[in-house]
């Protein structure tokens, strides 16, 4: 088995230079890690993770964690699970810290810049869907700090794994439960969170190709998009409806549920009108109990927690890559009778 000693001999540098690299801990010239980690792979070089784990007790690891805003319920949920995986760490000198962002990109490049300041080793993130959050992702690899996105991914950057809903899979799902809760005629509003969030935007492709391939009675009338937000949604649902009352199921892509169903409920609607949400927060609950919502697709927020605080705890210590990069968890269908 190869040593580090025979990596910095043929590397050309110091063990401890070779050490901060495949550990992960300090900075090192970008050039210089990725020759360093080259000769490691090609040596087949496998670190000793229980004394590599062990020693983690001495690096006061820190890691990063950065989620959506503050008006989204489901997110309490993936903070719980954070919280208990906090606590299993504490033993090993881990701390985490959370940050819960507003609406935007250049607010979530501020909230990883802070983290970086404060010294962070590692980042779990649920990342908008831009270039500049691509960019950024990808100059935290090069400077030996890891991302791993949460609930949302986004495509072909430098993040080590994702964790969360397979959202092509959930959105056929979805249009399969419109098409069992229905009959003849349906006419649907999709009602999403975001525009530049990939998990809203896949669950609307898995719906929308679902129905064109296998259900043709199911037509789209329009898509409407409320941030996530209850307030939004009740007036963006309510002109909605009023434009389009031939409208008979809708289609909550993410959060602001309760604001779409209260503007049914007010203009008389919810009696006719099948819909289909995500995620059992609590006022998504009291409509699926109440029957304005027919099914809830759930996604296990508690592992969309845990296991991304697991990965980079893992890789941070052994510097070992995930044995998975799509780490998908289960689609858990609810309705009023198995809640």
Known sequence: MATIKEIAEIAGVSRGTVDRVLNNRGSVNVNTANKVREIANALGYKPNKAALILSSQKKNLKIGVILFGNTNPFFDD???????KQEELEGYNCTITIKRITIGVQ??????????????????????????????INDLFNIGIPVVTLNT????????AYVGSNYY????TAAG???LMTKDNVYVGIISGLENVLCHSQRIAGFKDCIHNDYPHIKIVDTIYNDDDDIISYELTSKLLKKHPHINALFFVAGGVYGG???????NKDSDITSIA???VPTTKDMLKKGIVKSIICQQPSIQGEKPIDILFNYLTTGDLPKEEYNYVSVDIRIKENM
């Open 107 to 136: 607010e979530q490049i501020n909230a990883i810049d802070e983290l970086v300041k404060e010294g962070i080793n590692g980042i779990a993130l649920t990342p908008y869907n831009d270039e500049k959050i691509f960019s950024k």
């Open 261 to 267: 169903c209260r503007a049914a409920i007010t203009l």
């Open 153 to 160: 991914d986004i495509n072909k950057s430098k993040r080590i």
């Open 177 to 179: 439960l419109m098409n």
């Open 169 to 172: 899979l959930s959105g056929k």
């Open 78 to 84: 993936v903070i719980s699970g954070i919280k208990r």
């Open 278 to 280: 995500f995620d059992d």
